[in-house]
T-cell receptor, first 116, second 108 residues
Framework: EPEVTQTPSHQVTQMGQEVILRCVPI?????FYWYRQILGQKVEFLVS????????KSEIFDDQFSVERPDGSNFTLKIRSTKLEDSAMYFC??????????????FGPGTRLLVL | KNEVEQSPQNLTAQEGEFITINCSYS?????LHWLQQHPGGGIVSLFM???GKKKHGRLIATINIQEKHSSLHITASHPRDSAVYIC??????????FGTGTRLKVLA
């Protein structure tokens, strides 16, 4: 069964460093999402992406964040200058079909980011 | 106040019990999503609803749009059902708002 994959599974970085989290969505999917979950807290929406542009973003997704689909298969989240509070589990998800929102999203296993 | 509230926050049940998890929301939505998060962190989509009721195996989800309320039921619960169950709503075309989750533990 096709699945969403994410790399790395864990990343430790120093405050102020740039990190790139990578996702490979399911191949025929059209909509892509990033979410984060700070330890012990609820999942939070970061950004949605369709047709090579951001569809919607949350208040969390400030200028330090960017997303890209560089090659038609990968979907990346870049954090330019990490802060301690960026430590969280980051989930990627993808969805098929052009009619939102009733199509199931498929989630990746997550990348656990720790900023020291 | 959270826009999406779940109750209970924690639930312990004996194997075989019928379980109900509730979700109430205060915003206009186009659909509601029930998700399951395993102890390792992985998230699995269970149901998406915009009206009525859906059933999959031992899981049943209902939604009442007028009352802004949804329930997730688990019949004949099993220890492998132990997980965090999350309600998320689509508000607007693309924006997801998540509830805080209900932590379920089913004892053998």
């Amino acid at each position: 069964e096709p699945e969403v994959t994410q790399t790395p599974s864990h990343q430790v970085t120093q405050m102020g460093q740039e990190v790139i989290l990578r996702c490979v969505p399911i191949s025929n999917h059209l909509y892509f999402y990033w979410y984060r979950q700070i330890l012990g807290q609820k999942v939070e929406f970061l950004v949605s992406f369709y047709n090579n542009e951001i569809s919607e973003k949350s208040e969390i997704f400030d200028d330090q964040f960017s997303v890209e689909r560089p090659d038609g298969s990968n979907f990346t989240l870049k954090i330019r200058s990490t802060k301690l509070e960026d430590s969280a589990m980051y989930f990627c998800a993808s969805r098929d079909r052009q009619v939102p929102p009733l199509e199931t999203q498929y989630f990746g296993p997550g990348t656990r980011l720790l900023v020291l | 106040k959270n826009e999406v509230e779940q109750s209970p926050q924690n639930l312990t049940a004996q194997e075989g019990e019928f379980i109900t998890i509730n979700c109430s929301y205060s915003v206009g939505i186009s659909a509601l999503h029930w998700l399951q998060q395993h102890p390792g962190g992985g998230i699995v989509s269970l149901f998406m609803l915009s009206s009525g009721k859906k059933k999959h195996g031992r899981l049943i989800a209902t939604i009442n749009i007028q009352e802004k309320h949804s329930s997730l039921h688990i019949t004949a619960s099993h220890p492998r059902d132990s997980a965090v169950y999350i309600c998320a709503v689509f508000s607007g075309t693309y924006k997801y708002i998540f509830g805080t989750g209900t932590r379920l533990k089913v004892l053998a």
